[in-house]
């Protein structure tokens, strides 16, 4: 799914597909770079993206809101909808749950209020309920990129595709009239 998000203060192009987690990310945001190289190689999803900003700030909420709208357009109808994993980098341990069933709900505190706010601003984006738990950690970097990966794999078992809709309501459907 490619999308393009402009703003005064962000121009953003983003494209996910089914993959195996090959990437192309260019934020000039070393971190953020990696760490969207993480979410694609760990979810199996492909991810061309390109970003320029002015903050920051700006830079990481704006390119969370994308991933998350071009996730949200490539969930499959029949897929096994939930994902855990928990995963430990060095002295971190961190899970993420999630549930793509189009819910936004966020939970977590990440020991960075940039990247805490990237998991919120992708959940609610993605319409995906997230859990995400510091279990253990005193390394900011570690914390971060274990999120990412645990998410990364969460994702990646939510989006197996399934034989019908993994839900008592069978699928969603709203019309305007």
Known sequence: MKLERKTRET??????????????????????????TTLARYSGRDITLKAE???KHHMIEDVAI?????????????????????????????????????????????????YD???RSFAENSRTTLHVRVLRGDDRHHIVEAAFKSLGLALRDALVENEGVFSTKGSVETRSS
Request: one cysteine or more.
């Open 53 to 55: 900003g002015d903050l």
């Open 117 to 119: 706010h990237w998991m």
């Open 11 to 36: 121009r953003i192009e983003i494209d996910v597909t089914r993959g195996t987690g090959v990437s192309a990310i260019s934020t000039n945001l070393a971190f953020l770079d990696h760490m969207m």
């Open 66 to 114: 994308v991933a998350g709208l071009a996730l949200r357009e490539i969930i499959p109808l029949e897929c096994a909808r939930y994902g855990e994993r928990t995963i430990p980098m060095d002295d971190a341990l961190v899970q993420s749950v999630v549930d793509i069933g189009g819910r936004f709900y966020y939970e977590g505190k990440l020991p960075s209020a940039l």
